[in-house]
């Protein structure tokens, strides 16, 4: 029996699969007939590029698709232009029908991925913004903190200086007070 199945590709923990028409007897990584499609999992949406017209074949043939395979070529439409293909519509039709399918969704594929950049984008706007708030709240809190400073060893001068002009005074009061007394001796 003919199976339309995944057959992994991809490095370790990073899985890639491609679509291939196969033997079921064959392992899952063995030997096939022909690749009619990639998938990709890991991308943010999942990539899948089935070649819808070789599927069709296939199917139209009497290859049957695995649970996960059929999941997907549902998700494409493809099990419904297959109906529709045995039902009797144009193959070329449908065809044309997948291709406007393919570009209206690599189309909202795009969309996608440009918000999702605008909102990253917008992400690092926000944290660059903060970034430069938080600066320049620290720079004015080192300011205050030397004007404090600043005032503390004023308030320290002065203080000395009016400690100093008062021991002046007192050792003048203290000269006058010996000379008056002097004199009155």
């Known amino acids: 029996m003919v199976k339309i199945r995944l057959r992994r590709t991809g490095a370790k923990k990073k899985p890639n699969y491609r679509v291939v028409v196969t033997e079921s007897s064959t ?9 009619v499609g990639h998938y990709n999992p890991r991308t943010e949406p999942s990539t899948l590029e089935i070649h819808e017209d070789r599927v069709l074949y296939w199917l139209s043939v009497g290859a049957q698709p695995t649970d996960p395979v059929k999941k997907l070529l549902k998700n494409l439409g493809t ?38 950049a605008k909102k990253s984008k917008a992400k690092e706007d926000v944290t660059a913004q903060a970034e430069a708030e938080a600066v320049e709240v620290e720079a004015s809190v080192e300011e205050e903190t030397a004007i404090e400073a600043v005032e503390e060893e004023e308030a320290l001068v002065e203080e000395e200086t009016a400690t100093e002009a008062a021991a002046e005074i007192e050792e003048e009061a203290k000269a006058d007070s010996e000379e008056t007394s002097e004199e009155e001796a």
Request: net charge neutral; charged share 45%; aromatic share 4%.
């Open 79 to 116: 099990l419904d232009r297959f109906a529709r293909l045995k039902a009797g519509e144009d193959l070329e039709k449908l065809l044309l029908e997948a291709e406007t399918a393919r570009e209206k969704n690599a189309a909202a594929v795009q969309t996608k991925v440009e918000k999702t």
């Open 27 to 35: 392992p899952r990584d063995g030997r096939f007939i022909e690749i």
